[in-house]
Each structure stands twice: as C-alpha cells, then as structure tokens.
C-alpha cells in the first residue's frame, strides 16, 4: 500500500508492476483503519512519500501486519534521524527507482497458490473461471452440490488443503454442510452484480473460514494466499 497525499504517478506505476494489487490512500485516517479492521492473510508493506511517514510509521510500527516500511522523499532527505528508532523502516530515499529495487529485492513474487482450487458455480461464469485458472491450471469445478460434496469426501483429497469459491446463493446452500472439514482452508463467495443477495450477508459472520463475500471478483483474486517469500499487498500512503 502506499500513503501519498499528492500522487507521483512515476512511483505509483512501477509500484504497480510490482504488485496489480496495489492500494493507494491519500489520508492517513483511512491507512489505519484499513490496517486495522481489514483480515490480512499477508503481512504488509508500506510505501510512504515525504512526512506522512513520520506522522504514521509511530502509530503503525508495532502493528503485526505491518512488515516494512519504505519511505520516499521528494525533498530534502536529511531529516531522517527519526527513522532511526524504527526497525521495519528499510529504506529512505529521494530515488523511485531505489524504492522499486529493494522492494523487488527483498521479497520474490511467485503467483502459485498454497493450497488447491474448487469452484462451485452453476452459472458457469467463463471470465471468473478463466481468472481462477490462470491461478490454478489443476481447479476443479461444480456446478451442483452433491459432486462438490463427493470430492471433499473422497479419500483421494482428505490431505489436500483447499480453498473454496462459490458463487451467490451457493455458498449460503454449502457452506454450513461443509464448513468443518479440516481440508477446507478458506471460502471466497462472489455475488454476480445486479443480483439480489449482495447484501444478505449476515449469515457468513458465523463462519470464520468465509474470508470475503463481494461483487467484484478483481477482490476474490487478490486475495488468495500466494507462496511468496515474505509478504503480500504493497500499501501506498
């Protein structure tokens, strides 16, 4: 994530290349409580411009989630002492192409996901699969419960972590049947704009399995757990 309150597009874009899951806050209210009240499978780096990395990194430093911090400077960089005093800060300096560098140096991406893919769908959404498959070649998918059901049962996959994606209704239909299976990691459920279920979501609080519940499958992809060597989402203040 990156915290910017006038927005360098030069950094923002190479931040992106980096990671497409980029989050840009301007307010450093708004970074908190994202930190804060927002389920973090990956630990998180900051990437901060100018002195919003002094108001913030002290209120965030000791925060679990928070992995390290990156700060860039448009302006003199001299006063930097302060950082001094902060371990997770790995970096000050005026150079974009230094911020990309370490980062890019520090943490290897690989987009291979920990555990396998199931999707249930029985409206056959060809642009949400193709997205998913691209994540993992060897997904299955169903389209009735009963099948589904089968291969969480199957003495093939009982040590096989998984993680499930269902689409609307489904989910509410599933996901109590098969919430206690010890091989079913994480639930994904994506509500298809337009329908109407989109906001009956109160019955997923029940189960803490249920990662996300969204109209938007861009959100579904980006957060799956990856095999990455330290952490995830990138966050810009």
Wanted: net charge positive; aromatic share 10%.
């Amino acid at each position: 994530m990156i915290l910017d309150d006038h927005p360098n597009e030069i950094l923002q874009n190479q931040l992106y290349r980096l990671d497409s899951s980029l989050i840009v806050f301007k307010r450093i209210d708004l970074c908190l409580n994202y930190v804060r009240s927002t389920v973090h499978i990956h630990p998180l780096i900051l990437v901060t411009v100018n002195a919003l990395g002094r108001q913030i990194v002290p209120e965030i430093h000791s925060d679990n989630r928070l992995n390290s911090v990156f700060i860039y400077c448009t302006t003199n960089g001299d006063k930097i002492k302060w950082t001094t005093k902060y371990n997770k800060i790995k970096l000050v300096t005026m150079n974009v192409s230094g911020v990309i560098n370490s980062i890019r140096n520090e943490y290897v991406y690989d987009n291979t996901l920990l555990w396998h893919l199931v999707c249930l769908d029985d409206r056959n959404d060809k642009e949400l699969q193709g997205h998913l498959y691209e994540l993992d070649p060897s997904m299955s998918i169903f389209d009735q419960f009963d099948t589904c059901q089968k291969y969480f049962n199957s003495a093939n996959n009982v040590m096989k972590p998984t993680i499930l994606v269902s689409i609307n209704k489904m989910g509410r239909q599933f996901v109590p049947e098969i919430h206690s299976n010890e091989q079913l990691k994480a639930i994904y459920i994506f509500i298809c704009p337009g329908t109407n279920n989109d906001q009956k979501i109160n019955w997923t609080k029940k189960y803490n399995k249920v990662q996300l519940y969204c109209v938007l499958f861009n959100l579904v992809l980006t957060s799956f757990p990856c095999r990455l060597n330290a952490c995830a989402p990138i966050l810009i203040n």
